[in-house]
């Protein structure tokens, strides 16, 4: 049987169990939720897929070794222990990440310039070559993770972030993190016989993963710059009958998502990334103001309005949006995130659920209003 390893797909905070039930649908063995990440083990071709299909994971980390130590001579000799040139080469380069919460080691920077000097050094005493350090684009990514003196080095297999699908073409100023986005539309639990509806939707991220979801499209199918391309038992032939396989499970679609926004910046933007992963067949997108749009029956409604951390907002903002709902949305499901806590109370709609999720660094809540003429909730709302 092919070699099994022990991996860990790193995410957001909140899409951990997401992460679980992706990974079990790639048929991952020994699943396990962490803090931010879910363990599991697999072989080469779990690791390549996991890499193409998870749509929240951030990186898949391959673990190499995992040992104990409480400073740094003892971390500098086991990582010295370490075969690396069984790894990479002298021509090759590398960079250090490190992430340390340890009572033995206080500075993430200087366990990376540990583990950087302990490889370079075992090199030059067998070589008399190093390879080079490069910050930006390495071929390698050495990950080391310390828990007090629990040490566990692993390889990036990713690279960059997978939440860099490739698709963005322009800078936008307040984009979602199309991790984030994906974890927004499998929370909402859209099942794909509903239309689904994006006002505000900007840079089109949600509807973007929205129509990768409902295509079954992989969402780095396109994406060519794995960092395991660059390892030695890199297996080509695998990697592009993977792609093919994944290719072929893609589905169609007979409903419609529609995003809109009132920016036409942001609609040029949201179009350009559609076309550039090719979803132009079943998303829409218009110039429209949210304040004086109407929704449609069987459809689900998910927003990300403005955050005024990140734009200037007027101060009645989210009740009118809150109004528009409650007018000219009725009979749907409508999801919204936002890190503006206490405007979202002015929305005047009851949340049936709450969810504690991250922005990048904002905190953020994703809250669902049901909003079904004759439900008690609502009517109570209409004749306030
Ligand atoms: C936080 S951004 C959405 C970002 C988006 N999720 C993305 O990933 O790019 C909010 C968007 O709401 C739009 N917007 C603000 N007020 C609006 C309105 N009344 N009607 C439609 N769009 C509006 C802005 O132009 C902006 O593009």
């Known amino acids: 049987m092919e070699q099994q390893y022990k991996m860990i797909a790193t995410t957001l905070f909140g899409l951990e169990p997401l992460l679980k039930d992706e990974l079990e649908k790639i048929n991952a063995?020994?699943?396990?939720?962490g803090n931010r990440c879910v363990y599991?083990?697999?072989?080469?071709?779990?690791?390549?897929r996991a890499n193409i299909q998870l749509r929240?994971?951030?990186?898949?980390?391959?673990?190499?070794?995992?040992?104990?130590s409480k400073n740094e001579h003892e971390l500098y000799k086991n990582i010295n222990r370490i075969k690396w040139d069984k790894i990479m080469t002298t021509s090759q380069t590398f960079s250090v990440t490190s992430t340390v919460n340890s009572k033995y080691f206080s500075h993430s920077n200087y366990v990376s310039l540990v583990t950087k000097d302990a490889i370079v050094d075992q090199f030059r005493k067998k070589y008399n070559k190093r390879p080079s350090v490069d910050l930006k684009n390495p071929d390698f990514n050495i990950h080391i993770h310390i828990s007090n003196n629990n040490c566990n080095i692993s390889l990036n297999s990713s690279g960059k972030s997978l939440h860099k699908r490739g698709y963005r073409t322009n800078r936008f100023t307040a984009p979602m993190n199309e991790v984030l986005a994906a974890g927004m539309v499998l929370l909402s639990g859209w099942n794909k016989q509903q239309n689904l509806i994006n006002p505000m939707c900007g840079s089109g991220t949600l509807i973007i993963e929205a129509g990768l979801i409902a295509k079954n499209r992989a969402p780095n199918i396109f994406r060519n710059n794995f960092s395991f391309q660059n390892w030695n038992?890199?297996?080509?032939?695998?990697?592009?009958?993977?792609k093919i396989d994944i290719r072929n499970r893609e589905v169609e679609f007979q409903n419609n998502i529609v995003g809109f926004d009132i920016s036409a910046s942001a609609i040029a933007m949201a179009r350009q990334s559609v076309e550039s992963i090719k979803l132009n067949d079943i998303i829409k997108i218009q110039g429209k103001n949210f304040f004086k749009s109407n929704g449609e029956e069987n459809s689900i409604i998910l927003i990300n309005p403005p955050y005024g951390k990140r734009i200037a907002l007027k101060q009645d903002y989210y009740k009118q949006l809150g109004d528009t709902l409650k007018q000219n949305y009725i009979n749907t499901d409508a999801w919204i995130i936002s890190s503006e806590l206490e405007q979202l109370k002015k929305i005047g709609l009851k949340p049936s659920k709450k969810i504690k999720l991250f922005n990048g660094a904002l905190e953020c809540k994703l809250v669902k209003y049901e909003l079904y003429k004759?439900?008690?909730k609502f009517n109570k709302f209409q004749s306030e």
């Open 374 to 376: 004759g439900s008690k």
């Open 233 to 242: 038992d890199y297996d080509n032939i695998l990697f592009n009958n993977l």
């Open 29 to 33: 063995k020994k699943i396990q939720i």
């Open 40 to 48: 599991f083990t697999g072989n080469n071709e779990l690791m390549y």
């Open 56 to 68: 929240t994971a951030l990186k898949i980390l391959k673990e190499i070794s995992i040992f104990k």
